[in-house]
């Protein structure tokens, strides 16, 4: 028993392994080599970041992976992370020029990674506080956006004092990503980074309405980085049942305990159609699932999740059924059994077409877990008790794209609770950026 134990846990390690192995030396010269160095490079423009594509790769190409570590961090002070689970596919190597001259792009992301990990394994450190100002910033959220404004804050010279809800930084980028693509350890490197900085990091301290409106008076200026919510609910019958799993509790606990010791059903079942989904549905495989069924409302077509995304569950032997609607969860003695679904009917329009029920279509899925993946809801109770504050109408944060100015004087915003073009890393970082430099610029001007 002992012994098969122990394979079994080996054997799960392995599944959570890197999907893609760091390059060599001689293999990220070689790579970087394929590069044109394109004067008005794309993949610099579809990178968030605006990092210095081109410029990073050709300091690799000279075999001065620090260097290249320096200019990738200059843009995305988590450039390490964002090389292992970016979107790159639609981003940056999207964009290559090589897609149409070489049928393949730049690994542009693997070569980021190399950059990234030399400089890490090496314990390089680039940057110090600028001279104080005297000016004090408190930023309520520590995740990819709160920790990347922290950090330009300090590089400025201001005090910065970040108030974290959870037990631990980075939010979902720590505990939120699948493990097989990024592990604790690694993105708490990153946070370790900013965080010797000179930052004071208050975990375990969540913020409501009252305490935001003294922050307001107490500090200079405050960031809102709150994120999103939990999973949303269903709605539907038996949502309480035993084996019913919300999409990143079942993520987090790859993060929070040996992964033999998480928890994952014989039968699965993923709700939804997304990035999240595929994360959690090749999570499930990777723990030991003997089968995982994705059961997604629409058809192929309108299914949000990335193509890679797709292709990489599709090769994992995840079992998709298309146009099924979830009307309720089945259970027998208190625990999940099935997913009962109707089928669907799509309009023309392949997003936005209107869905109907097919009469008489209903049929189970049979699974012993059954996992909701279908985004998170806004923190109402925290963003609506904030007077004048103005928001969209799905609930998200308006800011001004060119500061991250919220509609209350000296608050400022960014991140998923804030509109942002993509649920992404690197689109956080973007926007924690951006409302440093709007902080900063507000307080300069204030003078």
């Not at 799993?245 to 998480?262: D, G, M, N, V, Y």
């Not at 409302?297 to 193509?307: G, L, V």
């Amino acid at each position: 028993m002992a012994g098969g134990a122990k394979s079994k846990s080996r054997q799960i390690e392995e599944n959570f392994a890197d999907v893609h192995p760091p390059l060599s030396v001689d293999e990220a010269v070689t790579e970087a080599a394929r590069c044109l160095y394109c004067y008005d490079a794309p993949c610099m423009r579809a990178c968030p970041t605006h990092i210095d594509i081109p410029g990073f790769i050709r300091q690799i190409l000279h075999r001065n992976p620090i260097g290249s570590a320096r200019t990738i961090l200059d843009a995305n002070i988590f450039g390490g992370s964002c090389a292992r689970v970016c979107p790159t596919e639609v981003l940056c190597e999207g964009a290559c020029v090589d897609n149409t001259m070489l049928k393949a792009p730049v690994q542009i992301g693997r070569l980021q990674r190399f950059a990234c990990d030399s400089a890490h394994d090496v314990s390089q450190k680039f940057y110090k506080p600028g001279p104080s100002t005297g000016k004090r910033i408190a930023i309520v959220g520590a995740g990819p956006a709160g920790l990347t404004c922290a950090h330009e804050l300090r590089k400025r010279g201001h005090d910065v004092t970040i108030y974290e809800a959870g037990k631990v930084a980075g939010g979902l980028n720590t505990l939120g990503i699948a493990a097989y693509k990024i592990t604790t350890d690694f993105a708490l490197t990153e946070v370790n980074r900013i965080i010797s900085m000179g930052v004071v990091l208050r975990l375990n301290s969540p913020v409501n309405g009252q305490k935001l409106a003294q922050m307001l008076g107490e500090y200079d200026a405050v960031f809102f980085s709150i994120g999103l919510g939990r999973t949303a609910p269903l709605g539907i019958p038996g949502e309480k049942l035993k084996g019913v799993w919300e999409s990143l509790e079942f993520i987090f606990q790859t993060h929070t305990k040996p992964l033999a010791r998480c928890k994952v059903g014989k039968h699965v079942v993923v709700v939804g159609g997304g990035n999240t989904a595929m994360d959690a549905a090749n999570a499930a495989i990777k723990l030991g699932a003997e089968s995982v069924t994705i059961a997604y409302r629409r058809d192929r077509s309108a299914m949000p999740a990335f193509e890679h995304e797709y292709d990489y569950t599709l090769g994992n032997k995840v079992q998709f059924v298309w146009n099924a609607r979830p009307v309720r969860f089945v259970g027998k003695a208190g625990k999940a059994v099935g997913l009962r679904c109707v089928r669907t009917k799509q309009g023309k329009s392949s997003r936005g077409g209107k869905l109907t029920d097919i009469p008489k279509s209903e049929f189970t899925i049979s699974g012993d877990m059954i996992i909701k993946a279908l985004g998170q809801e806004p923190l109402l109770d925290l963003v609506g008790a904030i007077p004048k504050l103005k928001l969209n109408k799905k609930h998200r944060i308006v800011t001004d794209p060119a500061t991250g100015a919220t509609s209350v004087p000296k608050l400022f915003a960014g991140g998923d609770c804030a509109l942002v073009p993509m649920e992404e890393v690197v689109s956080a970082v973007q926007s924690g950026k951006v409302g440093a430099a709007g902080i900063d610029r507000m307080l300069t001007e204030a003078k």
